[in-house]
């Protein structure tokens, strides 16, 4: 197997690791090597994220040899042969999908769905927002949640009972103002909204303050949290 020449590449990041596991996983644990079609196909994905721009200039970057070696990586963890110079990241993505061939698939196919989406809009999502599923996804869902039509729909919805509030924090608006001060939020798990309709009983209006807050509460429990359960989180209720 050719060595790829990759110094001063950015570390792989854990959407890509999920994606070279899927790929692992398909293989069954047999290296392909970087002239394999599967292989190169990865490498072109990689070398398309969004976040890694200036870097994708390089030969050396993603390219299909250097994914065949992150697939030994891989190797070495599943089974204790093949490289040995595993990432910290690389331990991290086997620890939580070594053992759950569907679920990295699931979270593999996200990523694939929403590179497209995020390289449209040019856009990057803070590192302290950033939710279990990664960034690809995790701006995938910023992107629908800040589409205006849904907000319009939602709180012209909600008008019609006088209910127009932060379902977190109870903030109450004047109508002149209230597109400024609210959000939509997508109340439904990112593995279970991808690639569905965006429907406002899957809607929940919050303050552009406690929306953020939400966020970030996403974010460092590492996993989808309810509104009852942020609302616990931000003003420890203990609820």
Partial sequence: MAVTKGQGNPNWTRDEIILALDLYFEFEGKIPSGNHSKVQELSQLLRAFPYHSQAARQESFRNPDGV???????RQLATGKGLGNVSKMDE??????????ERAKQYANLIR???????????V???DEVF???KIVTETHKRRERNPNIRKKLLAKLAETDSVKCEICGLVATHAIRE??????????????TGKPTMLKDMALLCANCHRMMHRAIA????????????AIIFETGE
């Fill in 125 to 127: 999502s803070d590192e």
């Fill in 113 to 123: 769905a929403g590179i497209e989406v995020v390289e449209s809009e040019n856009h």
């Fill in 220 to 231: 460092i429990e590492k996993r989808w949290l309810s509104i009852d359960e942020s609302k």
């Fill in 180 to 193: 400024a001060v609210f959000e939509a939020h997508h109340i439904i798990p990112l593995s279970e909204s």
């Fill in 92 to 101: 991290e993505v086997w620890s939580e999908f070594g053992g759950d061939v």
């Fill in 68 to 74: 065949a070696f992150k697939l030994q990586n891989l």
């Fill in 132 to 134: 279990a599923e990664g």
